[in-house]
């Protein structure tokens, strides 16, 4: 199963549509996730997995993109976690962040799968160039007839 099909996450695309007001944020930067992904094909880099979602912003608003691209990815199933260890770019306002995440997918509630993400800012570009700092989050994900339905947070803390 394919359940980091929601970072994140991932995925690129350019900035999603300006909402009123200022929409880059400062640190910490939150972004939501509550459609499911896009899979596209793996590559050499991202033989695992790579998926595309939409960013949305804490009150709901489009914010971005990200690009989640998995190098490896194992169930446990002893303990029905699946592990994926990878990259996740957040292409939101003012930039792109860069980050090196390892996301847990507990599968022990399924059909509501709890996801926990946790990793580091490894990189950036625009307002985020040469940032560091780190990325945490996580949420659900409830599998009904119509696929998955995630509802995941994450928060950059930048440096």
């Not at 912003?57 to 260890?85: K, M, R």
């Not at 962040?97 to 946790?118: C, M, R, S």
């Amino acid at each position: 199963m394919k359940t980091m099909f929601l970072l994140v996450a991932v995925i690129l695309a350019t900035a999603g549509a300006a909402q009123a007001g200022n929409p880059i944020q400062s640190s910490p930067v939150v972004v939501k996730i509550a459609d499911p992904p896009t899979f596209l094909v793996p590559t050499p880099h991202c033989p695992a997995e790579r998926s595309h979602v939409q960013l949305l912003s804490p009150d709901g608003h489009q914010l971005g993109t990200s690009l989640l691209c998995v190098q490896t990815a194992n169930f446990d199933e002893s303990t029905a976690t699946f592990t994926e260890i990878g990259t996740l770019t957040l292409y939101v306002p003012g930039g792109k962040l860069e980050t090196a995440v390892t996301i847990i997918d507990d599968f022990t509630g399924f059909p509501v799968l709890t996801q926990t993400l946790t990793g580091s800012v490894t990189g950036g570009s625009g307002i985020y160039l040469g940032t560091t700092g780190s990325i945490t989050g996580g949420g659900t994900i409830l599998f009904g007839t119509d696929g998955p339905l995630p509802d995941l947070t994450f928060t950059v803390a930048l440096d």
